[in-house]
């Protein structure tokens, strides 16, 4: 199964009519997630990198959307692109506690969590973001520590 180039990805987000401003956070939360890719190589920890970069750029593709989540994973699925999708699917916390939606992958694990790092196009610590999340909306705290157990299984 095909894995779109960066290039490709890009393209798939201005197709999509994705504004500048959220291809700005995408391409900062690629940033987290290949820094993690990074730490886990280091560690010998083998993960699809290609997928994780696709997944990153791709998580917010149909951000403008009202459940973002959803369609995202499900345009991704309609262009071919399913493991991409499935990344997409398990990235966002507005279906934390559905099966479907929960990440399981280390791949899924990573732009989970690397999305979770970047606030706009900034990065930030878990819990400036989680505060961010909190007072926009109104996210619980259960999250976060979810968020905080990946980060620990990831990055020790």
Same mark, same amino acid.
């Given at each position: 199964m095909k894995i779109p180039t960066i290039k490709e990805c890009l393209k798939i987000m201005r197709e999509h009519n994705l504004p500048k401003h959220i291809i700005a956070h995408s391409k900062a939360v690629c940033k987290v997630a290949l820094e993690a890719v990074n730490k886990l190589e280091k560690k010998g920890i083998k993960v699809d990198k290609d997928l994780i970069v696709a997944g990153a750029l791709l998580h917010d593709v149909k951000r403008l959307d @009202? !459940?973002?989540? *959803?369609? #995202?994973?499900?345009? /991704?699925?309609?262009? #071919?692109? @399913? +493991?991409?999708?499935?990344?997409? +699917?398990?990235? #966002?916390? *507005?279906?934390?506690?559905?099966? !479907?939606?929960?990440? &399981?992958?280390? %791949?899924? @694990?990573?732009?989970?969590?690397?999305? *979770?790092?970047?606030?706009?196009?900034?990065?930030?610590?878990? %819990?400036?973001?989680? @505060?961010? /999340? &909190? %007072? &926009?909306? #109104?996210t619980e705290d259960k999250l976060y520590y979810y968020t905080k157990k990946i980060e620990k299984e990831l990055l020790g």
């Open positions: @009202k !459940d973002h989540v *959803k369609s #995202g994973s499900e345009l /991704l699925e309609s262009l #071919g692109l @399913k +493991k991409v999708a499935r990344v997409v +699917k398990t990235h #966002g916390l *507005k279906h934390f506690e559905e099966e !479907d939606f929960t990440p &399981k992958t280390t %791949e899924e @694990k990573i732009v989970f969590y690397a999305d *979770k790092r970047v606030v706009d196009d900034k990065i930030v610590s878990l %819990e400036e973001r989680f @505060k961010y /999340l &909190k %007072e &926009k909306y #109104g």
